[in-house]
């Protein structure tokens, strides 16, 4: 139900993608936008890891520089039946973990040194149980996808306003005249705003799926439960200095806010979270 859930708003949001193309361009911007899509997802697909790792200040560290994380890394690997992801370091003394790369074979997790001193050693393995579920279930190229066809819906409907202001599309007579005008206009301001209410739905939805097969991979969704409920009490208290274009990697929320409005969270609320993990425990008798 959850994989139906994500294509169907993957598909909605290549549909905004698409209709916002052909509205500022006709059959021409249509194809014009596909290109842009297929363009922007393959550099996504080969650079999302490298931009994600630059711009936490991720620093990859050996066995002998760290010992502890990377015994950790080897057991959750192997629970998992994955190759073991590169690890990574960040210096920072906000509790937070994610992973990043666009295959199970070019894969990397990072953590802050924050959460590495918080955290007991079965929460640690329930966290990057939680990050190789979502290597195991591909949310880091589904999530680099969305977050490039996002962009590409406000790139254009920037290119749009701009057109506008300086009198381009000088044939929307032929899409309608004024109603032409109006659904032009009424694209470019509503297209990005559905396109970031659709990456952030898409999110959440990925969110939940990696705690459900972290779980299952390590057979401790209270551990996980724990662990969340520390993350967010210390992000909430010292939260972390990030580019929020990479926010949402994370396995909680950096940037210490609290979501008032859900739609507007690229994680799901914390306690619903723990909520499903004790149903999880209930259901597989795993009360560890």
Same mark, same amino acid.
């Given at each position: 139900?959850?994989?139906?859930?994500?294509?169907?708003?993957?598909?909605?949001?290549?549909?905004?993608?698409?209709?916002?193309?052909?509205?500022?361009?006709?059959?021409?911007?249509?194809?014009?936008?596909?290109?842009?899509?297929?363009?922007?997802?393959?550099?996504?697909?080969?650079?999302?890891?490298?931009?994600?790792? /630059?711009?936490?200040?991720?620093?990859?560290?050996? =066995?002998?520089?760290?010992?502890?994380?990377?015994?950790?890394?080897?057991?959750?690997?192997?629970?998992?039946?994955? =190759?073991?992801?590169?690890?990574?370091?960040?210096? &920072?003394?906000?509790?937070?973990?994610?992973?990043?790369?666009?295959?199970?074979?070019?894969?990397?997790?990072?953590?802050?040194?924050?959460?590495?001193?918080?955290?007991?050693?079965?929460?640690?393995?329930?966290?990057?149980?939680?990050?190789?579920?979502?290597?195991?279930?591909? *949310?880091?190229?589904?999530?680099?996808?969305?977050?490039?066809?996002?962009?590409?819906?406000?790139?254009?409907?920037?290119?749009?306003?701009?057109?506008?202001?300086?009198?381009?599309?000088?044939?929307? *007579?032929?899409?309608? !005249?004024?109603?032409?005008?109006?659904?032009?206009?009424?694209?470019?301001?509503?297209?990005?705003? /559905? /396109?970031?209410?659709?990456?952030?739905?898409?999110?959440?939805?990925?969110?939940? !799926? /990696?705690?459900?097969?972290?779980?299952?991979?390590?057979?401790? =969704?209270?551990?996980?439960?724990?662990?969340?409920?520390?993350?967010?009490?210390?992000?909430?208290?010292?939260?972390?200095?990030? &580019?929020?274009?990479?926010?949402?990697?994370?396995?909680? &929320?950096?940037? !210490?806010?609290? *979501?008032?409005?859900?739609?507007?969270?690229?994680?799901?609320?914390?306690?619903?979270?723990? *909520?499903?993990?004790?149903?999880?425990?209930?259901?597989?008798? &795993?009360?560890?």
């Amino acid at each position: 139900m959850r994989n139906v859930k994500t294509v169907f708003l993957l598909t909605l949001l290549s549909g905004i993608l698409l209709a916002i193309g052909y509205v500022l361009g006709g059959s021409g911007g249509l194809i014009i936008a596909l290109i842009f899509a297929g363009v922007m997802n393959i550099g996504s697909y080969w650079f999302s890891d490298k931009l994600a790792l /630059a711009m936490t200040g991720a620093r990859e560290v050996t =066995p002998d520089q760290e010992p502890r994380l990377h015994a950790i890394v080897d057991s959750v690997a192997a629970m998992a039946n994955l =190759p073991k992801p590169r690890v990574y370091i960040i210096q &920072n003394d906000s509790p937070n973990a994610f992973a990043t790369g666009r295959n199970a074979k070019h894969s990397a997790v990072a953590a802050t040194t924050g959460i590495m001193r918080i955290l007991d050693e079965r929460e640690l393995t329930a966290v990057f149980g939680h990050e190789l579920g979502h290597v195991h279930n591909k *949310d880091i190229l589904v999530n680099a996808i969305v977050a490039t066809v996002a962009s590409a819906i406000m790139f254009l409907a920037l290119m749009g306003r701009w057109a506008m202001i300086f009198g381009g599309f000088g044939g929307r *007579d032929r899409n309608g !005249g004024l109603i032409g005008i109006f659904a032009l206009l009424a694209t470019i301001i509503f297209a990005p705003i /559905a /396109a970031s209410l659709i990456r952030l739905a898409i999110s959440r939805q990925r969110e939940f !799926g /990696a705690d459900e097969t972290g779980a299952y991979i390590t057979h401790a =969704p209270l551990s996980l439960a724990s662990a969340l409920q520390k993350l967010e009490d210390y992000s909430r208290a010292k939260p972390m200095q990030v &580019n929020p274009a990479v926010s949402h990697l994370f396995i909680v &929320n950096p940037l !210490g806010k609290v *979501d008032f409005a859900a739609l507007f969270s690229t994680h799901p609320p914390v306690q619903k979270r723990i *909520d499903r993990l004790n149903e999880i425990a209930h259901r597989t008798g &795993n009360f560890s």
